[in-house]
């Protein structure tokens, strides 16, 4: 089994926060996720993010949490993602 890329999830996530005007640091206390945390989903660090901490970025963003699960490669948790998100994912 080959390790995840997530780096279409942290373009995404990284291009949500820009349009916003936000630092890593500015969307580490609106969404309560570690800055290293953060910063290491930004990067494509890490292979399975936490799903919670997707969706503490999901409503911090104002972002469809269904979205994030799809580039995430997960199950939704109730909605189908938006097609942009979703044909990034696949």
């Known amino acids: 089994m080959s390790p995840r890329d997530n780096h279409q999830l942290a373009h995404f996530i990284r291009r949500a926060r820009d349009e916003r005007g936000w630092s890593q640091v500015e ?24 799903p919670h901490k997707l969706q503490l970025l999901a409503r911090s963003l104002d972002l469809g949490v269904e979205d994030l699960f799809a580039l995430a490669d ?14 990034r994912a696949r």
């Open 27 to 50: 969307l580490a206390r609106r969404s309560g996720v570690s800055r290293p945390t953060l910063i290491r989903i930004e990067q494509a660090e890490i292979e399975s993010p936490d």
């Open 74 to 87: 997960y199950a939704t948790p109730g909605g189908l993602p938006a097609f942009g998100p979703y044909l």
